[in-house]
């Protein structure tokens, strides 16, 4: 079974510039979470999808940063303008179903370098 | 809101030996799931134990377990026969089973970074 991919692994932009992550989880999974995981920090949920709807989004930084998943699949998170603050792995995770039944698979991650 | 605090920021044991990585955490909930996770250095997290709060008994996975005290709100995990691939950071986590099925979150610790010296 493949497991979550993510995609590019590393990314270096300066401020005020946009980047783009793509999220594929594991096939049949309807629950989609992007993290932030800042340097000697846990990760923190930013947003969490049902299907193609958004079930939690309360940490997103909604000026800058958007999600979404439009076929109820893949997912892609924007960061537009980004801050220095943003610097971070963003890690993506799937699991078959919400809630604490049903484990969470974690991809490699992505690193952002905002200079 | 709920609180995740790992007091060892940096741990090493000698292979083979057992080594234990202390959690606590703070919630005013009764009803709620505890969980260690494991991010090797090449930074894919999994995880490794889990543990229902309405459970007495203790969770294990082969050399994995953990000590669970409710009222003490602590959440240890014991590694027994350490050995070279369990060196990566841990987490220790929380999920609180709120009243609206499929919203709960993880709230993550800080983080040990465990090595294990051959």
């Known amino acids: 079974e493949a497991g979550v991919a993510q995609s590019p692994r590393y990314k270096i932009i300066e401020k005020r510039q946009s980047v783009a992550f793509w999220c594929n989880p594991i096939s049949g999974h309807a629950t989609l979470y992007w993290y932030q995981q800042i340097l000697g920090q846990g990760p923190k949920l930013l947003i969490q999808f049902q299907n193609n709807g958004v079930v939690d989004d309360s940490q997103l930084p909604k000026d800058r940063f958007s999600a979404e998943r439009l076929k109820g699949v893949d997912s892609t998170l924007k960061i537009q303008p980004a801050k220095l603050e943003d610097s971070a792995v963003y890690l993506c995770?799937?699991?078959?179903?919400?809630?604490?039944?049903?484990?969470?698979?974690f991809g490699p991650g992505t690193r952002l370098t905002v200079t | 809101a709920q609180t995740v605090t790992q007091s060892q920021p940096e741990m090493s044991v000698q292979e083979a030996e057992t080594v234990t990585l202390s959690c606590t955490y703070d919630?005013?909930?009764?009803?709620?799931?505890l969980f260690w996770y494991k991010q090797p250095p090449s930074r894919q997290m999994i995880l490794v134990i889990r543990q229902e709060a309405y459970k007495q008994q203790n969770a294990t996975e082969n050399r994995f377990s953990v000590n669970f005290q409710k009222a003490a709100k602590s959440f240890s995990l014991k590694i027994s026969d350490s050995q070279l691939g369990d060196t990566a950071m841990y987490f220790c986590a929380f999920m609180e089973r709120g009243t609206n099925f499929g919203n709960e979150k993880l709230t993550f610790g800080t983080g040990t970074r465990l090595t294990i010296i051959p």
């Open positions: 995770a799937s699991s078959l179903r919400a809630g604490s039944s049903y484990e969470q698979y």
């Open positions: 919630t005013s909930e009764n009803n709620y799931y």
